[in-house]
């Protein structure tokens, strides 16, 4: 291991866009999070650059979905978790007590693992969180509301059944409008936890398209078991692993240098299917 | 083949005893309805169920008793629905469910459900009609059913709320919608199915409620003027019918199938409710 907390960034970049000067819009410093007493990351420190996809990868339990967590404070609703270290979303730390956890998740839209629409109409759940937010004006919803289920590819499939239940849509679809739905508030950065996995690779490929037409307009992290879906839409990959029951940081960096030509060689196990 | 044919056999037993177990039962229940309506179809009537009663009973109807028994029910019910489905709501959303303060007050209303209604009675008498001055009223009638509704209001509710599956919870907060906002459009209309089986086997349990009611609401037949009269409740009047009052066997029989059938709609409906929710689980 590096012992180098900059070790894991690479800093400023050549290629071309989006990400031709990587800025820092998410900046991890030293996370630690335990679970009442079992610790589940252990001092990771990452970038995460504005307008570019981030894959998270690494074998199951190694602290993805935490670490994902921890960037939107939803770890606080989680009793018995504790975390140290610090978060900050453009250059404000989000432990910080004047911090307003509401406007925080606002600006960071989150994509669940299982699709979890609201039990609502199609409309109402576009709805309901731009209303609370202070978009009442009715013209205004159904417009945003037309204009992300297209953004998602929903708008042809449900155009004339907005009113029906979200429920009754197939999964793949209530994923897309979970999607939208964190689309429509129109955060800054979105944070998506293997929104492929309850998927059939038709529906799967859908979304990945989605994710990869969202480049450049939004920052995205992703956490994903498929390393060929990591390896085809993210510019960075950070790779994790367990080690003394803990989830660690092993390597970050652009993600073809992650799948090329790794530093370390757990990783270059584990991208090469060897292990995990 | 041997070993099984005596699975064979051990499963038709179990099975037929399982039968007879749900024979006897419903046996048990439909002998208890056939005697009600034998001993009281034939005094029901339209003015039985219009006229108040004269001479403690034996004639006339249960007007002013059913007037009475609504009137304790609504008591009751202002009084333990709103308190009870708060204590849910705080239980069930804000309170972590290991928290001590979470255990004492789970434990008090556990003890408080078993508490024999007699004792409810006792403790009416004592502090609504006596302390508090109420006398034996509506009021208080209704105050001390509203004590012992409150455990199995709060207990439904909080099941009923904690049922509503977490991503709605989690869902909501990662948009940045607060708890409130979650609770009101998401939670709570989850929840409502439960909420309201709930609320029908509140009113079922106060409707056959009549020990409470003894020292509380008292027995006076008249149609209540006020809260503070006291009233008879239909459970009560059946009590007194069968025990106190000679030749009043005919009338008790009568009340006490509008009682049952009252209860037995309040049942379907809940049932109803509970089997709606589950569908609509399955369904989704
Ligand atoms: N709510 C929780 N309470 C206690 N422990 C938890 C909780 N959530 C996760 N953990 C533990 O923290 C560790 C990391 O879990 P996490 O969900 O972050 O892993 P992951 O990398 O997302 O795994 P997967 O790929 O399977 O989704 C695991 O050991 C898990 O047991
Ligand atoms: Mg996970």
Redesign the pocket.
Known sequence: MNDDPNAFTLGPLQAGPPCCEPQPVIQVRNLSLR??R?A??DNVSLDIYKGCITALI??????????LSAINRMTDL?P??SIDGRILVDNQDIHHPQCDVQALRRRIGMVF?KPAPFPLSIRRNIALPLNEHGTTQKTEVTAITETVLRDVGLWDEVCDRLDVSALSLSGGQQQRLCIARALALNPEILLM??PCSALDPIASGVVEDLICSLQGRYTIVI?T?NLAQARRIANYAAF?WVKDQA?QLVEFGRCRHIFESPRDELTAAYVNGARG | MLLRAKQQIRDGVIQGLIYLAVLLVSLVFFWMLFDLAHGGAAHLSWQFLTESPIDAGRAGGIASILVSTALILLVALTASVPLAWATAVLLAEFVPAESAFGKIVRFSLYVLAGVPSIVFGLFGNAFFSIYLELGFSILSGGLTLACMLLPILTSTAEAGLRAVPDTYRSSAAALGLSRTVALTHLILPAAAPTLAAGLLIGIGRALAETAALLFTSGYVDRMPGSLLDSGRALALHIFDLSMNVPGGDNPAYASALVLVSLLLCINILAMKLAYGLQRKKIMT
Do not use: R, W
């Open positions: 679970y009442n079992q589940a990351l690494g074998p199951s339990g190694c602290g993805k979905t935490s670490f989680i018995g978790c693992q936890d293997e956490v078991h994790f989830g």
